[in-house]
C-alpha cells in the first residue's frame, strides 16, 4: 500500500462513487485508460481487487468498501487541514459540498448569493435532489451538510431548524374549489391529482395524511420535479400538494392558487443536518451559522407579512425562538410525518 499516491486514490473514489470508469474520467478530465491505469496499480498496491465487474456492471469488493471509507475519510481529513491552514492565514477558504432536497432550492440558491461575496475564497458545490437520494448520499458522506425537511430514521444526526416548510394543496387559479372555503380532505381526494415520484418526502408526507384519514388519491401521474407538477396544474391535469415556498416567487396572477382545505398546511420545517459525531469543518460551520441567522430572518419577515395579510395565512406555524436551538438526541425528535 505505500506505493499508492494521492491521485490513484482521488481516482478509485470517483470509479466507485459513478460505479464507472468512463463516468470518473469524465469528472476528472483524464482519459479512460489513464483511470484504468491508475486502479490497476492501485489494485497491485492493495494486493487484493478492488471491483468486480459482471457484465457491463462493476461492484465493490468487500476490500474495495473498506478503501472508499478509508479513502473518504482520508479526503475529509486533508480538506479540514487545508480549511485550517487557510484559518489560520485569517481566511476562510475551502470547499463547501451541500446536499440539499428539492424544496431547498427555492431558498438555498438564494442565500448563497450574498454568502459567496462575502466569503469569495469558498467554492460550493450544491446537490439539489430528493429525500431518497438525500439519504443516499449521508449514508455515504458524500456532503458537509445537508438541509431536508425529514429526519433520516436509521441514523443518529445533528440537526437544526432553520425555516418552515408547509405543503399545501395547489390548484389552477380557475378551479372550482378556488373560491370555496374549509373545504374536506374527500373533495380533494375525488379530484384528479398529480403526485411526486417514489422516494420523494413529499409524497411521503401526502401520502401519511390521506392514510391517516382512510382516503386514497386519485393519482392521474407521478412527476419527480416540483417545476413540472406546476405546470401541469396550470395545464388543467390536476391538484396537487407542494411546498408553499415552490410557488413564493410567482407574481400574484400566477395561473395557481392555493385552495382552502382542512388539515392544511402539512407543517414541516426545513433541518440543516449533519451525523452525529461528524466534526463539521470551518468553512461548513461558517455556512451553517449564517444559514441560521439568514433562516431566522427569513422565518420573521414571513411572520410578519402573516399579520398583514391574515386571509392567506391559514395556520400560524412559525417556529419559536427555542425552535432553533441545536437538537443532538433523537428524544429530541418532531415527530415524522
Ligand atoms: P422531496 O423533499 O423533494 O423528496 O419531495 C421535499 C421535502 O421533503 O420538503
Known amino acids: 500500500m505505500k506505493q499508492a499516491t494521492l491521485h490513484q486514490l482521488k481516482v478509485f473514489e470517483a470509479v466507485a462513487r459513478h460505479n464507472s470508469f468512463t463516468r470518473a474520467a469524465e469528472e476528472l478530465f483524464l482519459t479512460q485508460p489513464t483511470v484504468s491505469m491508475q486502479v490497476k496499480q492501485l489494485t497491485k498496491a492493495v494486493g487484493m481487487p478492488l471491483f468486480d465487474q459482471v457484465g457491463k456492471r462493476l461492484y465493490l469488493t468487500q476490500a474495495g468498501e473498506e478503501l472508499v471509507k478509508t479513502c473518504r475519510e482520508l479526503f475529509d481529513k486533508l480538506d479540514q487541514f487545508e480549511m485550517t491552514i487557510a484559518d489560520l492565514k485569517g481566511l476562510k477558504q475551502g470547499r463547501l459540498r451541500l446536499g440539499v432536497i428539492t424544496t431547498a432550492k427555492y431558498f438555498v440558491p438564494r442565500l448563497l448569493g450574498p454568502f459567496c461575496k462575502r466569503y469569495p475564497g469558498i467554492d460550493v458545490s450544491l446537490q439539489v435532489t430528493n429525500h431518497e437520494h438525500i439519504l443516499n448520499r449521508l449514508n455515504e458522506n ?36 378556488a373560491q370555496e372555503k374549509n373545504i374536506p380532505l374527500e373533495r380533494i381526494a375525488s379530484e384528479p391529482f398529480i403526485m411526486r415520484e417514489p422516494g420523494s418526502g413529499t409524497r411521503k408526507a401526502v401520502q401519511a395524511l390521506f392514510d391517516e384519514h382512510k382516503l386514497s388519491l386519485k393519482v392521474q401521474l407521478d412527476l419527480g420535479s416540483n417545476e413540472a407538477i406546476k405546470q401541469a396544474i396550470a395545464g388543467g391535469l390536476g391538484l396537487s400538494i407542494l411546498s408553499l415556498h415552490t410557488v413564493a416567487l410567482e407574481v400574484p396572477n400566477s395561473q395557481l392558487t392555493v385552495l382552502d382545505v382542512q388539515h392544511f398546511p402539512i407543517e414541516r420545517y426545513w433541518y440543516a443536518i449533519y451525523p452525529n459525531g461528524k466534526q463539521l469543518s470551518i468553512v461548513a460551520r461558517t455556512f451553517l451559522d449564517y444559514l441560521l441567522i439568514e433562516g431566522k430572518q427569513l422565518a420573521e419577515q414571513t411572520a410578519k407579512r402573516k399579520m398583514a395579510d391574515p386571509v392567506s395565512s391559514s395556520k400560524n406555524t412559525t417556529p419559536s425562538a427555542e425552535d432553533f436551538e441545536d437538537r443532538e438526541h433523537p428524544a429530541d425528535r418532531p415527530p415524522a410525518n
Do not use: G, W
Not at 151 to 169: A, D, I
Open 142 to 177: 458524500l456532503d458537509d451538510l445537508y438541509v431536508m425537511s425529514q429526519l433520516p430514521e436509521s441514523m443518529e444526526v445533528t440537526y437544526k431548524l432553520v425555516l418552515e416548510n408547509p405543503l399545501v394543496v395547489l390548484a389552477p387559479a380557475n378551479h372550482p374549489l
